[in-house]
């Protein structure tokens, strides 16, 4: 089976992002998950920082929370990565816009970030079995649980670009509360 491929989107692709592939990687490894289960990566849909390393407010917070910022660089979002991955998952309601504007395949298995934790909170756990697969039926379930709705404003993970502590620690906890239900429902002990 392939591993279960997640991209990660936001603007620049140096802060939220970035924490957002970190901290999914970081809580799948906590549960028991190996690097041919699950593939997380991200790019930005600006691609202005397209090669430079994540945000130090943004690193912080990830290892803060255990993760590893090792060997980051930004890039930018092209439809290979988008066509490449099983769930996609963008900060900001016009960045899935962008994402389905590149690739109108990938609708229904691209979310924003609170949408799909919200989303998730309310689903039963896919059937035991391999991770690509509880992965794929855990898509299909958020998909057919928004049934057409929109996400709303709520559901965006604001910019915390050029702010201080206590504004990314916010960010990095509101992307955790998504990241850590989905490590969980692919990996459940």
Same mark, same amino acid.
């Given at each position: 089976?392939?591993?279960?491929?997640?991209?990660?989107?936001?603007?620049?692709?140096?802060?939220?992002?970035?924490?957002?592939?970190?901290?999914?990687?970081?809580?799948?490894?906590?549960?028991?998950?190996?690097?041919?289960?699950?593939?997380?990566?991200?790019?930005?849909?600006?691609?202005?920082?397209?090669?430079?390393?994540?945000?130090?407010?943004?690193?912080?917070? =990830?290892? %803060? $929370? !255990?993760?590893?910022?090792?060997?980051?660089?930004?890039?930018?979002?092209?439809? @290979?990565?988008?066509? &490449? #991955?099983?769930?996609?998952?963008?900060?900001?309601?016009?960045?899935?816009?962008?994402?389905?504007?590149?690739?109108?395949?990938?609708?229904?298995?691209?979310?924003?970030?609170?949408?799909?934790?919200?989303?998730?909170?309310?689903?039963?756990?896919?059937?035991?079995?391999? =991770?690509? %697969? $509880? !992965?794929?039926?855990?898509?299909?379930?958020?998909?057919?649980?928004?049934?057409? @709705?929109?996400?709303? &404003? #709520?559901?965006?993970?604001?910019?915390?670009?050029?702010?201080?502590?206590?504004?990314?620690?916010?960010?990095?906890?509101?992307?955790?509360?998504?990241?850590?239900?989905?490590?969980?429902?692919?990996?459940?002990?």
């Amino acid at each position: 089976m392939p591993p279960f491929s997640v991209l990660c989107v936001c603007m620049g692709n140096i802060c939220r992002s970035p924490m957002a592939e970190r901290l999914l990687v970081a809580d799948a490894l906590a549960l028991g998950a190996t690097s041919d289960q699950l593939l997380v990566h991200g790019a930005g849909t600006g691609g202005w920082h397209a090669g430079e390393p994540m945000d130090p407010q943004a690193a912080k917070q =990830v290892l %803060a $929370r !255990g993760g590893d910022v090792t060997g980051f660089r930004a890039r930018k979002l092209l439809a @290979e990565h988008v066509e &490449a #991955s099983d769930l996609i998952l963008t900060a900001t309601i016009e960045q899935v816009e962008f994402v389905v504007g590149l690739c109108p395949d990938a609708a229904p298995r691209t979310f924003v970030f609170g949408e799909f934790g919200r989303l998730i909170r309310d689903l039963p756990l896919p059937p035991l079995g391999d =991770v690509y %697969a $509880r !992965g794929v039926a855990l898509v299909e379930a958020a998909d057919a649980a928004r049934a057409g @709705e929109r996400a709303v &404003a #709520s559901d965006e993970l604001d910019d915390p670009w050029g702010r201080g502590d206590a504004y990314f620690s916010r960010v990095a906890d509101e992307i955790h509360a998504t990241t850590k239900p989905l490590a969980e429902a692919l990996f459940p002990g």
